[in-house]
């Protein structure tokens, strides 16, 4: 049952924030910087996923353990510096 997530930030020069891409279903984050970037990730991502990927019988039915998912998140290497 347990599932992997990926979260990525891309930058947009022209627009100057970071946007997400993201498997997780709902995760849409656009910000000046990484570290508000993740602030929004980290406290919106988990609840995303127990929201639109899991059902009441999995929340039901499988041990906490393996509910917990795994979010891959990697903080982009030469990022701009924040405003």
Do not use: C, Q
């Not at 930030?9 to 498997?23: G, L, M, P, R, T």
């Not at 910000?31 to 919106?44: G, I, L, P, Q, R």
């Amino acid at each position: 049952m347990k599932r992997t997530f990926f979260v990525r930030a891309v930058w947009d020069a022209e627009a100057k924030i970071f946007y997400s891409e993201s498997d997780i279903e709902g995760l849409h984050i656009e910000a000046s910087s990484v570290d508000a970037f993740e602030e929004v990730m980290f406290d919106a991502a988990i609840d995303l996923i127990v929201a639109n990927h899991m059902s009441a019988a999995d929340l039901a039915d499988t041990p906490m353990r393996e509910l917990i998912p795994a979010i891959l998140w990697e903080r982009p290497v030469g990022a701009p510096a924040a405003a």
